[in-house]
């Protein structure tokens, strides 16, 4: 095997998979241009923790300093291109007979590598809406054209009933939607293999997963550069940048038997 990342235990567990579960966080984009969450923000941003202003009570407290964050996240999102990592994922579909895609991140990158059936733990970062009658607000097409220092911006108001337009993520103290939790813990509890990549695994309850996937006894593999709660406890640790890792893990595994 050319790979150093990768055992032949792994590439066993791989080949022989039935049921894939891979669970992705911000370090998959991060190599697109999309800061990860722990990433220290900057301008207008910096003294902000990531966490403070992903809250409902952060939106009601300055909306206009929330909904700009956003918008320069979605510029950024709509700017980025799907990395090697994306690729590489959508690509692992198509070496087992079934893999579900569970994501946290907000961004489509995933859907623009070639992935389908994406489950979205928590929402959609163009798919903003009435944080009144729930009712969907139509975004321009273009990007956001803003600096990259950051800028505060009113958020819009609701064609119908003029409430506040809100981000359509999941934000801290908020429920996941329930169909795509589901769908994430049905595929955790029939999973044999779930890979865990560029998460920091420490937000609930999707790190709760792995959990579940490892009580139905799958092989675990966690893609990071950085330490996690999981190391130490999955089967398999590839440190490194998924961009390169994956790319790496696929030439070893190679055509697969589908493939
Ligand atoms: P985090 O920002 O918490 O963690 C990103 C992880 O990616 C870290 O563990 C990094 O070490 C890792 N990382 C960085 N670059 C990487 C690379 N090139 N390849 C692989 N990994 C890399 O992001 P999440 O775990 O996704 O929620 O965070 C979970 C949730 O917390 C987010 O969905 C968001 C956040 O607050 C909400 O907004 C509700």
């Known amino acids: 095997m050319k790979s150093g990342y990768c055992d032949g235990n792994l590439l066993t567990a791989l080949r022989e998979a039935r049921r894939v579960l891979v669970l992705t966080g911000a370090g998959v984009s991060a190599e697109s241009g999309v800061p990860t969450f722990r990433d220290s923000l900057v301008g207008l941003w910096e003294r902000y923790d990531p966490a403070e202003l992903a809250t409902p009570e952060a939106f009601r407290r300055d909306g206009a300093l929330v909904w700009g964050w956003y918008e320069w996240r979605r510029m950024r999102v709509m700017k980025a291109r799907p990395n090697p990592a994306h690729l590489a994922i959508a690509d692992m579909a198509d070496r087992v007979p079934s893999m579900t895609l569970v994501t946290q991140n907000v961004d489509d990158l995933h859907e623009r590598a070639g992935s389908r059936n994406v489950v979205h733990l928590h929402g959609n970062l163009a798919a903003p809406y009435c944080e009144r009658c729930k009712r969907p607000y139509e975004l321009p ?17 609701c064609a119908g009933c003029s409430g506040l337009v809100r981000p359509g993520v999941v934000w801290f103290g908020e429920d996941l939607p329930q169909a795509a939790w ?12 779930f890979l865990s990549i560029g998460t920091s695994s420490v937000v609930q309850p999707a790190a709760s997963l792995i959990g579940i996937a490892v009580g139905a006894g799958a092989v ?24 390169t890792v994956l790319p790496e893990l696929l030439r070893a595994w190679g055509p697969g038997a589908r493939g």
């Open 141 to 157: 097409p273009a990007a956001p054209d803003l600096p990259e220092g950051g800028v505060c911006i009113e958020p819009p108001r």
């Open 182 to 193: 589901q769908a994430a813990r049905d595929a955790a509890a029939r999973a044999d293999v």
């Open 220 to 243: 675990t593999i966690q893609v990071n550069p950085n330490p996690t709660p999981l190391e130490g406890l999955v089967s398999h640790t590839l440190k490194g940048p998924a961009g």
